[in-house]
């Protein structure tokens, strides 16, 4: 089945320490986003990358870092210097034609303890 | 900049009928788009309107009039299971490719 896997479902670490969330897509889609989510908040962007080894800041990556070395894989570490890091994290892609149609993971819950 | 700005919460009853409206502040217009998202769940893509007009999926309908900013999504038939939150979101009109902004959302609370 073709989809977007993010691992794990649910993180807990110690304040101080880099956490990095996983994010894999199979569906061949050149896009790639990440967001967060607070509780009863909308999504705000932190990274997002149209094409492999090139990848642009959203609304609030400070504290935050992207790679995009293969297409299917677009993982985001949440760094010491981020100075709220609990929140819910997803993943999207799309493909180039239909930038308006994403397709989410099902989240990485982080909590920073 | 960007902006949309779309209700916090609506309630409504099974079998009826729910309008959420969005208003849209953008430098550039690409289309409106609507999201599904239940409590813990990812977001699902329900509708994108780039023309004026409305477009129907089954129960669900999205307006869009680009003269006024304006767009909505309509739920008929109201079921339990459409008890969500519903985002608005356009595409920025700065960047050449896909980056998407979003509402608040709008809690939908469906009671029997």
């Known amino acids: 089945d073709g989809g977007i896997t993010q691992s794990p479902k649910y993180l807990f670490r110690k304040e101080g320490q880099n956490v990095t969330l996983s994010c894999e897509q199979n569906l061949n889609h050149d896009a790639m986003y990440w967001y967060r989510q607070d509780p009863g908040q909308g999504l705000r962007l932190i990274y997002y990358?149209?094409?492999?080894?090139?990848?642009q800041k959203g609304d609030i990556a400070e504290g935050y870092s992207v790679s995009r070395e293969k297409k299917e894989s677009f993982p985001l570490t949440v760094t010491s210097a981020q100075k709220n890091p609990t929140a819910f994290y997803l993943c999207?892609?799309?493909?180039?034609?239909?930038?308006?149609?994403?397709?989410f993971g099902p989240g990485t819950r982080l909590t920073v303890l | 900049g960007q902006s949309l700005e779309q209700p916090s919460e609506v309630t409504a009853v099974e079998g009826a009928i729910v309008q959420i409206n969005c208003t849209y502040q953008t430098s550039g217009f690409y289309g409106l788009s609507w999201y599904q998202q239940h409590d813990g769940g990812a977001p699902t893509f329900l509708s994108y309107?780039?023309?004026?007009g409305l477009e129907e999926t089954g129960r669900f309908s999205s307006f869009l009039s680009r003269s006024d900013s304006y767009g909505y999504l309509l739920l008929q038939e109201l079921q339990m299971k459409d008890s969500a939150s519903y985002f608005c979101?356009?595409?920025?009109?700065?960047?050449?490719?896909?980056?998407?902004?979003f509402g608040q959302g709008t809690e939908l609370s469906v009671k029997p």
């Open positions: 979101a356009v595409r920025d009109g700065g960047n050449q490719g896909g980056k998407l902004i």
């Open positions: 309107n780039a023309l004026d």
């Open positions: 990358s149209q094409i492999v080894n090139d990848f």
């Open positions: 999207a892609s799309t493909p180039a034609a239909a930038y308006n149609e994403q397709f």
